[in-house]
């Protein structure tokens, strides 16, 4: 075999392939870019190159339908379905990734990417290079050679079919070269080639052994007796136009040479840069190993290496905490894990050393001397500290404060980045291999001492680097004010988790299986018999072919069956039908969503989800395990289980207590952008959506209807996540025309909120971030992207980066005093969640008044805006029914 093997693979055909292999719904950036073909493609080729193994690498797309082939048959590929609106611009992104791995992308003018990788599958072979060549298009199977294989995908590029000479022998009874005459005579759908009526591979393969090869078979076509023979003589222009046309030309003048195509050449600032663009929060290791780097190919210096810790008994450990200087930052790191168990391991480093200790084996001098660096010395760095604080605590110790987190620091700096990963920040930042071999004559430790260890060594000089970049940003104080006291009081929070009760949970999941099942049997009745209400095939067989509605959007399955489809489809037609699939669906869900909380019910009868600060880069939590932010608010069902939450009554607790904020985020936009109107409005009480349809549509806020309220409340919100005419139309389910026409109005009633909006954009794109009112940054290098779509994603976050980071902000700062708030008045009631604009408190006997005046004092003055922040409290026996 060849040293150099060359992987070939056809861009279109791939990137087809990912596009309706993975569901668009599920693939998307938080600002609205489809992105699953460009994720299923890197995903694919990842995958083909980690078994392939090859040395060289290249991508061909087509260019364009205008072909020599189109010019000569008007007809080649009509038929085929409009490209999707989702994967329109996904094509551009994928050869983005590409070039940031070195990968080169090839196509020519005039023809197809078939062409191309004939072209240079030729090229590699006569290089002396063994060729892999992935394509869907069976017009390949005429490049196989000894050194030429063709990959056909069964699916995606997980599961390829082998196409060796030998291989296409078997299965189509012909060579490779005659591959070519067989598909002229049985013609190709895919390409609107029709064939000759009546003649199938079989009897196509017997001619061609007869006769040679083609034009044998169509020099001897008289001799061919049957109907076959006069469906030939009949067809032969069809046959002879489809040879010409199905001939893969390997001769095109393209600039390329194989050592362009070697593996290597990865940009990985750019990956990483593109990757976070895309919000892909995987592969940057995986295409680091599989690409290697330009820079790896040259001698590089061996990595620094962290502090090799020493294994401490408790006397040692407890002096060497004793001589530590209180003004130089300390490195902690344990062995807790992801949910915050009491950790084995503990490790402690300064300057240049570190020691670790085992927990369980510290005496009571020992323990008092960890317990007192812990909670006295003023410069702790942690790396992911919350869990590590839980664990601590769950070991008997008081909670640490933390100094500085390296992953909350990193957060801030890169808010987009994937993985904020110890390993790789050191490595990032130091140089520091934190996992390299133990230098010859030092002792290795091996195991979780020393992992530990190793870890706690690098966060002091990682501390010190990152906080030089911090102060260069001017984003110290964001951390400082705003993300480690939100830190300290989220740890607090999952230890104490919220109550559930637990026959009211159970209740749920027999209610809404029950619901499921109703609404399965309505379903079965307006059908005359039952079907897999499950199954996409057979739900495409009853709406489709059986009740003739209109097709959804095509798939490469048959017509997509997802939730919104099936929504739109309904919106169409009002099929009972219908009404009772989307009924059986939403009660499935919930039943699923209950039985997930029976699931993380703790011991103590508490659910304890966990808070996380570096997801969204816009600074907005989300929760995991289980994400409580994903309960329906506005529902029957969603009240429901919420009123399964409840104080726990035998610790003392006999309320909960929910405080939010109204409308916080229209109004930092009536504040950021000065809108007089607007911040009128607010000041003086009113309800905004009336005000400003009252606006929009000339009319007095008595002769607002609910329809006019709704419209403008989903522009309003719309236009703050840089919501186009067109998604505003689909939202509404009105006319282009008519969304755009509502839009424009707006903005001659609330100049300044356009001029705001324009002036975000245009002030990010000259600076390459956006920044909240608490100096919080995203960077956006894309705003000055050549690419549109690329360009456009970035616009879109660069509108509502600076309103919904501030409203984020806001509701930490309101926390944090809420939380100081009930400490310092020594009350025992306690905040337990966050969920969007919203806080639960659970209240202990004889608190509520005080709690109340708390939550209304403290989240009123959380920020100073030119516009009142309006706190809405309730109280009650539950969640839902605290719920106002």
């Known amino acids: 075999m060849s040293e150099n093997r060359l992987l070939l693979i056809d861009g279109h055909s791939l990137a087809y392939r990912a596009f309706y292999a993975l569901p668009v719904e599920n693939f998307s950036t938080s600002t609205g870019q489809a992105t699953n073909a460009v994720y299923g493609f890197v995903s694919m080729l990842l995958k083909a190159c980690e078994t392939e193994q090859p040395t060289h690498l290249a991508v061909a797309f087509d260019l364009g339908r205008q072909t020599f082939r189109l010019e000569e048959y008007g007809e080649y590929k009509a038929g085929r379905a409009k490209t999707p609106e989702e994967f329109r611009g996904q094509v551009e992104l994928i050869q983005d990734v590409l070039g940031a791995m070195g990968v080169p992308v090839l196509t020519a003018e005039g023809f197809e ?3 191309v990788l004939a072209t240079l599958a030729r090229r590699g072979a006569e290089a002396g290079a063994q060729v892999l060549l992935a394509t869907g298009d069976k017009d390949s199977f005429q490049l196989s050679t000894d050194r030429v294989t063709i990959l056909y995908p069964k699916r995606g590029l997980s599961d390829l079919s082998r196409m060796t000479p030998a291989a296409i022998e078997e299965k189509y009874a012909v060579s490779p070269a005659n591959y070519r005459g067989l598909a002229a005579l049985v013609g190709e759908k895919a390409d609107n080639l ?17 006769y040679g090869d083609l034009p044998g078979v169509l020099d001897h076509a008289d001799e061919i007796k049957g109907k076959a023979g006069e469906s030939l003589r009949s067809h032969r222009a069809d046959v002879e136009r489809n040879y010409r046309l199905n001939r893969l030309l390997d001769d095109l003048d393209l600039d390329f040479e194989l050592d362009s195509a070697r593996l290597g050449g990865v940009d990985a600032e750019r990956v990483s840069e593109l990757f976070d663009q895309l919000e892909f929060r995987a592969f940057g290791s995986r295409v680091q190993e599989v690409f290697g780097s330009a820079a790896s190919q040259e001698p590089v210096a061996a990595a620094a290496q962290a502090p090799q810790p020493r294994v ?13 200087d209180t003004a130089a930052p300390v490195g902690v790191e344990s062995d807790a894990d992801a949910t915050g168990s009491e950790p084995e391991w503990i490790a ?31 410069r702790l760095v942690f790396n992911d500290a919350k869990p590590q604080l839980k664990g601590l605590v769950r070991a008997g110790y008081g909670q640490p404060r933390v100094w500085l987190d390296t992953e909350l620091a990193e957060y801030l700096l890169v808010p987009d980045q994937r993985s904020y990963d110890l390993t790789e920040a050191a490595e990032r930042s130091l140089g520091i291999d934190i996992a390299a071999p133990v230098p010859e004559g030092e002792l290795d430790l091996g195991g979780a001492g020393e992992a530990v260890g190793r870890r706690a060594g690098v966060l002091p000089r990682l501390a010190a680097a990152l906080r030089e970049r911090l102060d260069a940003a001017h984003l110290t104080g964001v951390l400082e004010d705003i993300e480690l006291p939100t830190q300290a009081v989220l740890a607090r929070m999952e230890l104490a988790g919220i109550a559930v009760e637990g026959t009211r949970l159970t209740e749920l999941v027999g209610l809404f299986g029950a619901q499921a099942d109703a609404s399965a049997q309505e379903a079965y009745r307006e059908l005359g018999r039952e079907v897999n209400l499950g199954s996409p095939k057979q739900l495409q067989g009853v709406l489709f072919d059986e009740l003739g509605m209109p097709k959804t959007k095509r798939t ?31 009660s499935i869900k919930l039943k699923q969503t209950v039985v997930g909380l029976e699931k993380v019910v703790a011991d103590d009868g508490r659910i304890h989800t966990t808070y996380l600060q570096t997801v969204a880069a816009t600074g907005r939590l989300s929760s995991k395990d289980p994400n409580l932010q994903n309960i329906p608010v506005r529902t029957d069902a969603g009240r429901r289980i919420r009123s399964v939450f409840v104080p726990e009554e035998a610790a003392g607790y006999d309320a909960l207590m929910s405080a939010d904020y109204s409308q916080i985020e229209m109004r930092i936009l009536a504040h950021l952008a000065g809108d007089e109107a607007l911040v009128a409005a607010f000041n003086a009480g009113e309800d905004l959506h009336t005000f400003v349809a009252g606006q929009v549509f000339h009319a007095q806020p008595a002769e607002v209807t609910g329809e006019m309220r709704s419209k403008v409340k989903a522009m309003s919100y719309g236009l703050v996540y840089g919501l186009s005419a067109f998604g505003l139309s689909k939202q509404l389910r009105i006319g282009v025309d008519e969304a755009k026409g509502l839009m424009d109005t707006y903005f001659e009633r609330f100049g300044a909120v356009r001029d705001y909006l324009y002036g975000v954009v245009e002030e990010a794109r000259g600076r390459g971030y956006t920044e909240t009112m608490y100096g919080r940054r995203r960077y956006l290098p894309q705003l000055t992207s050549d690419r549109r779509q690329l360009r ?7 509108l509502n980066a600076p309103i919904q980071g501030s409203a984020a902000d806001i509701m930490k700062l309101a926390m944090c005093r809420v939380d100081d708030g009930l400490r310092a008045a020594e009350l025992s009631s306690r905040l337990l969640l966050q969920v969007h604009d ?27 805006l030119s516009v009142p922040l309006d706190v809405n409290v309730g109280t009650g026996p539950d969640w839902q029914a605290a719920a106002h």
């Open 556 to 586: 490469k399955t048959g017509y997509t069956t997802d939730a919104d489809a099936l929504a739109d489809l309904f919106a169409k037609t009002e099929h009972p039908f219908l009404a009772h699939l989307l009924a059986y669906r939403d």
């Open 312 to 324: 401490l008994e408790s006397a040692e450990f407890a002096a060497w905490l004793g001589a530590l």
């Open 348 to 378: 402690l480093a300064q300057g240049e050393e570190a020691v670790a200790a085992r927990l369980r084996d510290l005496d009571e001098a020992g323990v008092d001397a960890l317990d007192a660096v812990l909670a006295g010395h003023g």
């Open 113 to 115: 990417a078939d062409d």
């Open 838 to 864: 919203e806080v639960i408190v659970e209240v202990a006997r004889g608190e509520a008044d005080r709690v109340e005046a708390i939550l209304k004092d403290q989240m009123g003055a959380a920020a100073q």
């Open 792 to 798: 456009e994603m970035a616009e879109r976050a660069a």
């Open 194 to 210: 029709p064939g000759v009526p009546g003649v199938g591979d079989k009897t196509a393969a017997k001619w061609l052994a007869s």
